[in-house]
C-alpha cells in the first residue's frame, strides 16, 4: 500500500473580536471539511492543526497531499469561530514542516 505524502499549510486567521482558542479552530476547521465533502473526504484528509498562536493568528495545518485543496477550501468558508469573525488566508505550502518553521512564531 502507498502511503500518501503529507503537506503543510502556513496560514494565518485574522479576526474581529477575541482571540480564538486553537481547540475551536480544529473543531470549526473539521466541521467545515465535513459539511462540505463528507464523513470518507474529511476522514481521508488526515487533518491535524500542527500549531497556532492565538495572540498573532499564525498556524501550520497537515494534510493528505490529495486534500490539500479541500482543506484550504474548508478553511477559506469559515466566517465565525465561537462569535469571533474570522477570515482564513493561506500564506504558503509546503511538503516539509522544515520549509514553514521559520515563519512560524514560538514563544519560549
Not at 494565518?12 to 465535513?34: D, F, I, M, T, Y
Not at 462540505?36 to 474529511?42: F, H, K, R, S, T
Not at 474548508?74 to 515563519?103: C, D, M, W, Y
Request: glycine share 8%.
Amino acid at each position: 500500500m502507498k502511503r500518501s505524502r503529507r503537506r503543510y499549510l502556513l496560514f494565518h486567521l485574522h479576526r474581529e473580536g477575541q482571540p480564538v482558542n486553537g481547540k475551536h479552530l480544529g473543531l470549526a476547521l473539521w466541521k467545515s471539511l465535513l459539511s462540505l465533502y463528507g464523513e470518507i473526504n474529511a476522514a481521508d484528509s488526515k487533518l491535524y492543526l500542527l500549531d497556532f498562536d492565538e495572540s498573532s493568528g499564525v498556524g501550520v495545518l497537515q494534510c493528505s497531499g490529495s486534500a490539500l485543496q479541500q482543506v484550504i477550501t474548508a478553511a477559506v468558508v469559515i466566517n465565525a469561530i465561537e462569535q469571533t469573525l474570522v477570515s482564513f488566508e493561506p500564506k504558503r505550502t509546503s511538503g516539509t514542516i522544515k520549509g514553514l518553521n521559520h515563519q512560524v512564531p514560538r514563544h519560549e
